[in-house]
């Protein structure tokens, strides 16, 4: 998810009990929801190094458990040492261990929601999980969570101006967490109305071997359905309010027949690193006056509706065969003079 969707949880956690239970909860909180996104720094060493290791040993639950108590520890002891400025709670350690451990979980919880997935067993299992019901931006997320967040502010401000006992903000946080799980909930079951609609279809005569739907921008009723045959891929628009599907919506990916150009670009690192990542590569094998371009798409991330999809990796070969340059696109699109 987003850092905002993570900073707005974060918010909500500490609001919903623990800034009552010891100093510095909101701030250990807020940095341990974010905390786990540590391993962006991997972007420095390109995008193929930021696919291998982005949501790796940081979003396992060693990893965020080993922040957890990392992060209370660095805040208890400084916070031992910092002088209180207004009146609250005293710092107790215990509290903000357990603050930091639930903030730094609710980064990995809310990252297997979505598409991308999490490999949660990091170091011992690399597989990705992922429950595919939430985009990796969500405004209705953010929508129920600044309401439980701020709404209590809002009533706050009323009742001192009505000269009546001023509210708390505990109420709405704990809406706000409860809103986000019925979300959840609703998007869970209109993603299982999506997978049945795909699986009971057949497309060109073919039965699916398997199907997944990947959840759009805002309406938790509308989707994009990948489903994979023998002979192809096809992606089409899935909206569980409608009575049914029509195949003849669906973009069809055909399957390239092997080939030695395909097999000298699977053993490139880009395309381990991503054939680890991707759930439905469709490669392209294009030869040209320079020699053979491989390209290799995740379906999961291609729309419905239009021609490009993101996630891509492009390999370029000579006549020979030889690797002459390899890439990375989180968008699909390569620049002609990178190496």
């Known amino acids: 998810m987003d850092n905002i969707t993570h900073t707005l949880t974060g918010l909500a956690i500490s609001q919903a009990g623990f800034n009552r239970k010891t ?53 208890y002891l400084l916070g031992k040492r910092a002088r209180p400025t207004k009146a609250g709670p005293p710092i107790n350690g215990l509290w903000l261990l357990l603050g930091c451990w639930v903030a ?13 997935g ?3 067993f990091l170091p011992f299992n690399g597989h990705w999980y992922a429950w595919d019901i939430e985009p990796i931006i969500d405004p209705l997320l953010w929508l129920v969570l600044i309401a439980g967040l701020a709404l209590p502010a809002l009533f706050r401000l009323i009742s001192e101006e009505v000269g009546a006992r001023k509210t708390g903000y505990q109420g709405g946080a704990i809406f706000a967490l409860c809103a986000v799980v019925a979300l ?10 999506a997978l049945n609609m795909l699986n009971s279809m057949t497309y060109r005569q073919a039965i699916p071997q398997r199907a997944s739907a990947f959840p759009g921008f ?17 992606v089409l628009p899935v909206d569980v309010l409608s009575e049914g599907l029509d195949a003849q919506d669906a973009r069809v990916f055909h399957k390239p027949a092997p080939s030695p150009a395909l097999e000298a670009a ?29 390209t290799i798409r995740d379906l999961r991330f291609q729309s419905a509706r239009m021609q490009r999809g993101g996630f891509a990796i492009r390999i370029q070969l000579d006549h020979e065969l030889h690797v002459r340059s390899q890439q990375f696109s989180f968008s699909g699109n390569f620049q002609s003079n990178q190496s």
């Open 23 to 75: 100093r510095y909860a909101t701030l250990a909180i807020v940095i341990g929801a974010n905390l786990p996104d540590i391993d962006m720094v991997s972007r420095f060493g390109g995008n193929v190094d930021y696919l291998e290791y982005h949501r790796g040993i940081t979003h396992s639950i060693i990893g965020v458990t080993v922040l957890g108590a990392l992060l209370a520890g660095i805040v």
């Open 218 to 234: 805002t309406n938790p009723f509308d989707w994009t359905g990948v489903v994979e045959t023998p002979q192809a891929f096809y």
């Open 266 to 294: 699977m053993a490139t690192r880009t395309a381990r690193v991503f054939m680890d990542f991707a759930r439905y590569p469709w490669p392209q094998v294009v030869s040209n006056e320079n020699g053979v371009t491989v």
């Open 118 to 120: 999490v490999r949660p």
């Open 104 to 116: 730094t979980s609710s980064h990995l919880l809310l990252d297997f929601t979505n598409a991308y």
């Open 184 to 193: 959840w909930g609703l998007r869970d079951f209109s993603h299982s109305r």
